[in-house]
């Protein structure tokens, strides 16, 4: 909205100053210079308060879906549908699922990874389900990191809305 304003007082004042040095010769643009001042201080001034946030906003426009936070690791999470889904190469980096390129599917496969479009998903429940019976302490901790801050939460929150009008 405010690049629309800024957009329509260029475009005002183009016009002021064209009709002025057409009626009233070359050197009497220089006179609509107060104008355009006047006309683009005030959305200008606004624009650049707004950069700040404009920036932190493009900084993660790649990050499609929210974000968590495992022992320092971000794992993106996406929510499609009513389902709540993981980013597959952050839980891979995570677990060490790295093996090989046929490893790597068979587990997709075997989660219901999803394979439409980048990035490729695990969903959370067939994640915490396949963990229960991995007795590694990494998987562990991420299971019950699973569980508690990222499943029962997102559950938490489609119960709200679910009972909302």
Do not use: K
């Not at 952050?90 to 075997?110: C, E, N, Q, S, Y």
């Not at 969903?123 to 963990?131: E, F, G, H």
């Amino acid at each position: 909205m405010a690049i629309l304003n800024v957009i329509l007082r260029v475009f005002l004042c183009a016009g002021i100053t064209g009709v002025a040095y057409w009626r009233l010769g070359g050197t009497t643009w220089v006179l609509t210079l107060p104008l355009w001042g006047l006309a683009l201080a005030r959305p200008l001034v606004d624009a650049g308060f707004q950069l700040p946030a404009l920036i932190r906003r493009l900084a993660t426009l790649g990050w499609e879906g929210r974000y968590t936070e495992f022992d320092g690791v971000r794992v993106r999470t996406f929510v499609v549908g009513q389902e709540l889904r993981m980013a597959a190469s952050d839980v891979d980096a995570i677990l060490g699922w790295r093996a090989t390129p046929t490893g790597r599917r068979a587990h997709r496969l075997r989660l219901g990874g999803h394979f439409g479009g980048p990035p490729a998903t695990y969903p959370v429940w067939t994640l915490i389900a396949l963990l229960e019976g991995d007795l590694s302490p990494t998987a562990r901790r991420f299971r019950h990191w699973l569980e508690r801050e990222v499943h029962r939460p997102h559950q938490l929150r489609q119960q709200r809305d679910a009972g909302r009008p």
